[in-house]
T-cell receptor
Framework: GAVVSQHPSWVICKSGTSVKIECRSL??????MFWYRQFPKQSLMLMAT?????????EQGVEKDKFLINHASLTLSTLTVTSAHPEDSSFYIC?????????FGPGTRLTVL | AQRVTQPEKLLSVFKGAPVELKCNYS??????LFWYVQYSRQRLQLLLR?????SIKGFTADLNKGETSFHLKKPFAQEEDSAMYYC???????????WGAGTKLIIKP
């Protein structure tokens, strides 16, 4: 149980384009979903927290207009990287939480050329 | 301020030796702590949480409020234990986890 999927698992795009990443909780309802970035050999960096039906809460330094988060239902959250630039290349990980524990997706590797 | 500290970036021990991964926290409330593990090329997964007081894959962790620690221990390390280990503190004010920097555990044969 408690499976979280992410799609796509990797994406390569041109600079200036937008990329959407989906995060789904497959067998439970997630009150809260989280989006993280993980740089090589570093810990997770929380980008934003989203609750179903309300606006996401962004961490300091994360541009909300660049990283659009939509939490449309209790099982789906999307992260859209708008006008992507090479510095946005990273590993993006989502997690879903029914209560306290977080269950993680496998991550999405984004490469912006 | 709330903080989780994992002082060791890398820990290398021989197979069969005891392992202790250190985690210290700073939190004014009643802490709820977790250990997560990330095996090579796999997603992060929950290893154990202090509230359940269980042993998973031979690992245990005891919350010591006096020392504000939640160290992860295993008496006899196995090669398959090699992974990244993260200690995390749950914040009930905003439902977030505060993450330690992680410790890479390498078990030598």
């Amino acid at each position: 149980g408690a499976v979280v999927s992410q799609h796509p698992s990797w994406v390569i795009c041109k600079s200036g384009t937008s990329v959407k990443i989906e995060c789904r909780s497959l067998d439970f309802q997630a009150t809260t979903m989280f989006w993280y970035r993980q740089f090589p050999k570093q810990s997770l960096m929380l980008m934003a927290t989203s609750n179903e039906g309300s606006k996401a809460t962004y961490e300091q330094g994360v541009e909300k207009d660049k990283f659009l988060i939509n939490h449309a239902s209790l099982t789906l959250s999307t992260l859209t990287v708008t006008s992507a630039h090479p510095e946005d290349s990273s590993f993006y990980i989502c997690s879903a939480s029914p209560r306290i524990e977080q269950f993680f997706g496998p991550g999405t590797r984004l490469t912006v050329l | 301020a709330q903080r989780v500290t994992q002082p060791e970036k890398l820990l290398s021990v021989f197979k069969g030796a005891p392992v202790e991964l250190k985690c210290n926290y700073s939190y004014s409330g009643s802490p709820e702590l977790f250990w997560y593990v990330q095996y090579s090329r796999q997603r992060l997964q929950l290893l154990l949480r202090h509230i359940s007081r269980e042993s998973i894959k031979g690992f245990t962790a005891d919350l010591n409020k006096g020392e504000t620690s939640f160290h992860l221990k295993k008496p006899f390390a196995q090669e398959e234990d090699s992974a990244m280990y993260y200690c995390a503190l749950y914040m009930d004010s905003n439902y977030q986890l505060i993450w330690g920097a992680g410790t890479k555990l390498i078990i030598k044969p």
